[in-house]
T-cell receptor
Framework: DTGVSQNPRHKITKRGQNVTFRCDPISEHNRLYWYRQTLGQGPEFLTYFQNEAQLEKSRLLSDRFSAERPKGSFSTLEIQRTEQGDSAMYLC?????????????FGPGTRLTVT | GNSVTQMEGPVTLSEEAFLTINCTYTATGYPSLFWYVQYPGEGLQLLLKATKADDKGSNKGFEATYRKETTSFHLEKGSVQVSDSAVYFCALSGQYTGGFKTIFGAGTRLFVKA
């Protein structure tokens, strides 16, 4: 399967702990995006990378959140000192320019539960 | 700013009924429009797309037409099946959304009864 993969699929953690999620995009996709989806809502943009450069961060991404894409391939999203409000599905997507359009392919998501 | 508004759910239909899920958008420039579907326990899948005015996207019996004059992209299907039960998201993306990030509506849950 050559789609976007995310690990872990589920994470339960206690408030105050740090967690890290990984996303492996489709190979040769130079753009990688992180979104957060809470229950009953559509995904909300968090940040995106073009190759290894992080080009935009949403104001939703507080200073407890950090994302990296060190070699322009996989990416990690770390949340420090987790809070119950961080409980959500974290989605990763990747894309490459094709005829002027960056069509995004989504991974299955990592569901975070903070207790 | 850019935004997407879609009809609230849940929508409950009987099998073989006609489906319409309304979607309107506000956007700078000329975005591309999408419908994504999320089946229970699964990730987002692109259902169909349209990249310019009057384009019609279609897939698996679903259709949506990019209407610039009404800023709409309503999803339709002539005869729904139980297997269509899912959450449907209308979305837009383009040069003016910043890095071509996707902006989603809140989603509409569809239940189809046998």
């Amino acid at each position: 399967d050559t789609g976007v993969s995310q690990n872990p699929r589920h994470k339960i953690t206690k408030r105050g702990q740090n967690v890290t999620f990984r996303c492996d995009p489709i190979s040769e996709h130079n753009r990688l995006y992180w979104y957060r989806q809470t229950l009953g809502q559509g995904p909300e943009f968090l940040t995106y990378f073009q190759n290894e450069a992080q080009l935009e961060k949403s104001r939703l991404l507080s200073d407890r959140f950090s994302a990296e894409r060190p070699k322009g391939s996989f990416s990690t999203l770390e949340i420090q000192r987790t809070e119950q409000g961080d409980s959500a599905m974290y989605l990763c997507a990747s894309s490459v320019r094709d005829r002027g359009l960056y069509e995004q392919y989504f991974g299955p998501g990592t569901r975070l539960t903070v207790t | 700013g850019n935004s997407v508004t879609q009809m609230e759910g849940p929508v409950t239909l009987s099998e073989e009924a006609f489906l319409t899920i309304n979607c309107t958008y506000t956007a700078t420039g000329y975005p591309s429009l999408f419908w994504y579907v999320q089946y229970p326990g699964e990730g987002l899948q692109l259902l169909l797309k349209a990249t310019k005015a009057d384009d019609k996207g279609s897939n698996k019996g679903f259709e949506a037409t990019y209407r610039k004059e009404t800023t709409s992209f309503h999803l339709e299907k002539g005869s729904v099946q139980v297997s269509d039960s899912a959450v449907y998201f209308c979305a837009l993306s383009g040069q003016y959304t910043g890095g071509f990030k996707t902006i989603f509506g809140a989603g509409t849950r569809l239940f189809v009864k046998a």
